[in-house]
């Protein structure tokens, strides 16, 4: 077995370790592959089909995310049948979700050239806003199905496995079991699902709050790292502060502790930081 693999992306020669992805050979070209549904904390759930490349030999188009680098593979990233795929992927979830906060789908469509009403008339899914507890708001007319919160809460990070994808086709939904309200779930309100969710579908409450009253001000944000005080284990927090307020806490998705993953307490148990005394 060799160490390095050699391919070839769009005729340029490169070699990657043992291990990589299609998608790890493509970015050392200095190529970028459109993702939605790959993280780079979670296993590739193979969702989304944003990332296709062609592969010599291969009767389909194949997933660069998770499509394992072999020595000799010859890919390419730009044929027509590669960009028609990731556009019609496009305009496919354009139709059927509401992309008003999904900014990497707009990126896609974007780049892709995408007719966002060519499936739908510009329709979105009338689904109901879930707003059944005081951390954070489903909206689910702004999921695209991309997993990522199902392996958040699974076993990629929470290990909680509160949510999963049920129905089938155009019913298929994210559910919190048996049609559940989220408090009546499993759920611990770690807030991982949130803090992966490409879409806005998945928003704390406070930026949701914001938001509807036109408060929620992206570029008057300041955003200060620290570390969590409530137990030993030394998680570092992002804060986002707006107007003197913390409405938003993250974890830098590269920390070697965290991996952008916190529990309740660390995301959402900042409100005492701004009681005023009596
Ligand atoms: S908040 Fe945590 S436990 Fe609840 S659904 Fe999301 S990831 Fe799972
Ligand atoms: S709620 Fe968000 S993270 Fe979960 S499947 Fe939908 S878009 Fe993906």
Not at 41 to 46: D, K, R, V
Request: glycine letters at 8%; one cysteine or more; aromatic letters at 6%.
């Amino acid at each position: 077995m060799h160490d390095q693999l050699r391919l070839t992306i769009d005729g340029v020669n490169v070699t990657v370790p043992q291990g990589s992805t299609v998608k790890d050979a493509i970015e050392a070209t200095n190529q970028s592959v459109p993702t939605l549904c790959w993280h780079e904390n979670l296993e590739p759930a193979n969702a989304c089909r944003a990332c296709v490349v062609e592969l010599k030999g291969s009767r389909v188009l194949v997933a660069s995310c998770s499509r394992a680098a072999e020595d000799g593979m010859e890919i390419q990233t730009t044929t027509e049948r590669v960009l028609n795929s990731r556009k019609l992927v496009a305009e496919l979830l354009m139709s059927t979700s509401n992309a008003d906060l999904a900014f990497d789908l707009q990126h896609l469509a974007e780049i892709t050239g995408a007719n966002p009403g060519r499936f739908s008339g510009g329709a979105t899914w009338e689904r109901p806003l879930q707003d059944d507890n005081s951390l954070y708001v489903r909206d689910m007319a702004k999921c695209i199905l991309c997993y990522r919160c199902v392996q958040a809460c699974g076993e990629d990070a929470q290990n909680t496995f509160a949510i999963s994808v049920a129905g089938r086709g155009f019913e298929a939904h994210i559910d919190a079991g048996f049609g559940r309200e989220l408090p009546e779930s499993d759920c611990v309100y770690c807030g991982n699902c949130v803090a992966v969710c490409p879409t806005g579908a998945l928003i704390g409450k406070t930026e949701w709050n914001l938001r509807q009253e036109g408060r929620w001000n992206e570029e008057g944000l300041t955003r200060t790292d620290t570390i969590c005080s409530y137990c030993g284990v030394g998680c570092a927090l992002t804060l986002h502060v707006l107007d003197n307020r913390i409405v938003k806490v993250t974890s830098p998705a590269d920390h070697p502790v965290t991996h952008g993953m916190l529990c309740v307490k660390g995301r959402y148990g900042y409100e005492f930081a701004q009681v005023e005394g009596e």
